[in-house]
């Protein structure tokens, strides 16, 4: 079954259209996906409807100020983009969440595809307390508060990386990134790997440096920036363990 529905966020100032994938009468699993407009082109439906996972999936719908609102809460890129991200946290938080008291006992999880990817992980990362689960498709881990140029450093000025490295563990957290090996062409440090894949190997040993060891990365050939590819992630993603709820 899949419905839509309207929430209106006071943090965003606009209404927030959602809409929910459930073909399970016993869910165990509520997995929240950023960009939640784009699963309208997947083949998400079919996907529940033929495995029956006990899953649901809700899609969050972008708004006009998208760039404001993903990110990561508190800190705003160089260019002051992402400055609106703790209210976006907040929206899932205090408002969406509490909306829906049929989710209050699942296991909970955010998605996201490249910006909207890095907000998931943002917000999983600080709300450890009610999310286990990050699932980061082409994450925007580049996220940094400098330029590029003389004073750049990989290890000062990425944003998430540096926060994650400099915070205490946090237990039962499961991860899931995905790159695709032409996602971009940039190679800012010119070792012949794209920065997307760099910055999410990176994040990952920053993670399993602090303990994690629940953490699947998935490399796709000739994957690109684009929905195709990331619909292949998805489906990828939602046949981890995590999601068959046990």
């Not at 002051?80 to 703790?86: F, Y």
Request: net charge negative.
């Amino acid at each position: 079954m899949v419905r839509n529905d309207f929430v209106y966020a006071p943090q965003l100032d606009r209404e927030v259209v959602l809409d929910i994938y459930q073909y399970s009468d016993l869910p165990r699993v509520l997995l929240l996906v950023n960009d939640g407009q784009e699963l309208r082109k997947m083949q998400i439906s079919s996907l529940l409807d033929n495995i029956q996972l006990p899953v649901v999936i809700v899609g969050i719908h972008a708004g006009p100020r998208r760039l404001q609102e993903y990110g990561v809460a508190g800190h705003p890129d160089f260019q002051g983009n992402g400055a609106e991200a703790d209210r976006y946290a907040a929206f899932i938080t205090n408002t969406l969440l509490p909306l829906y008291p049929q989710w209050k006992h699942l296991r909970l999880g955010i998605a996201g595809f490249s910006l909207g990817g890095l907000s998931a992980l943002d917000i999983v990362w600080r709300h450890a307390d009610l999310f286990s689960f990050a699932g980061v498709c082409s994450g925007s881990l580049w996220w940094r508060d400098v330029p590029l140029g003389p004073g750049y450093s990989d290890e000062q000025h990425r944003i998430i990386h540096r926060i994650i490295a400099e915070d205490e563990f946090k237990p039962g957290l499961q991860f899931f990134f995905e790159c695709g090996t032409e996602d971009e062409t940039a190679d800012r440090n010119g070792n012949g790997v794209i920065d997307a894949i760099d910055d999410t190997q990176d994040l990952i040993k920053i993670l399993a440096s602090k303990g994690y060891s629940d953490i699947t990365y998935y490399e796709i050939p000739g994957g690109r920036h684009d929905m195709a590819t990331w619909e292949v992630a998805l489906q990828r993603m939602l046949r981890l363990p995590y999601f068959a709820g046990g």
